[in-house]
């Protein structure tokens, strides 16, 4: 596997409480990105990093928090877990010579009571 | 609305048939396409992709997909399917106005009995 690793794999928070999720990398990849993977729905980007402090919004944002300060972590905050943030977390890395060729983290099955 | 589509939610053969799996998108300019796969408790992979050239694109594994620009479609096929491609399948566009961000479409999860 590429060097992509994402912590905690799984994870029960109650309702209303923060919720932090990493995604690491070794590639020394420019870009990444959170999905969240939900049935029917497939995967849908929640925020998107170009580099180091330099975030963006994708397409299903409310409610979540993205941090960058180093090249290798991407972080995803969810402020306030809500039961519909339950889901499967998917991080994505890709390299400038080819930006749009994912390769994706394990996954983070995170649940909401 | 959901701009990549994949009609078949879910799809069950016997090994040895034959598999398409389809997939449409709605967008009318330059698009580059691909299909992931995910087996049963890992992440996803990349199968095949579609930059420009040859519309009939060959993927790992015995998988292949065709670009038909017309029908805005990019279905995938494998000619006899094994109890090992048991999966989901995700097609996924990438927009020419969408920066690096590929859309990708609801799945299609794919069981294959022995």
């Known amino acids: 596997d590429a060097g992509i690793t994402q912590s905690p794999r799984h994870k029960v928070t109650e309702t209303g409480t923060p919720v932090t999720l990493r995604c690491h990398q070794t590639?020394?990849?420019?870009?990444m990105y959170w999905y969240r993977q939900d049935p029917g729905h497939g995967l849908r980007l929640i925020h998107y990093s170009y580099g180091v402090k330099d975030t963006d919004k994708g397409e299903v944002s409310d409610g979540y928090s993205v941090s960058r300060s180093k090249t290798e972590d991407f972080l995803l905050t969810l402020e306030s877990a809500t039961s519909s943030q339950t889901s499967v977390y998917f991080c994505?890395?890709?390299?400038?010579?080819?930006?749009?060729?994912?390769?994706f983290g394990s996954g983070t099955r995170l649940t909401v009571v | 609305a959901q701009s990549v589509s994949q009609h078949n939610h879910h799809v069950i053969l016997s090994e040895a048939a034959s598999l398409e799996l389809g997939c449409n998108y709605s967008y009318g300019g330059t698009v580059n396409l691909f299909w992931y796969v995910q087996y049963p408790g890992q992440h996803l992979q990349l199968l095949l992709k579609?930059?420009?050239?040859?519309?009939l694109v060959k993927g790992i594994k015995g998988f292949e997909a065709e670009f038909i620009k017309s029908k805005f479609s990019f279905n995938l096929r494998k000619p006899s399917v094994q109890w090992s491609d048991t999966a989901e399948y995700f097609c996924?566009?990438?927009?020419?106005?969408?920066?690096?961000?590929?859309?990708f479409g609801g799945g299609t999860r794919l069981m294959v009995k022995p």
């Open positions: 994505a890395i890709s390299e400038s010579r080819d930006p749009i060729v994912y390769t």
């Open positions: 579609y930059f420009s050239g040859d519309p």
């Open positions: 996924a566009v990438k927009r020419d106005n969408a920066g690096n961000m590929l859309t």
């Open positions: 590639e020394n990849h420019r870009y």
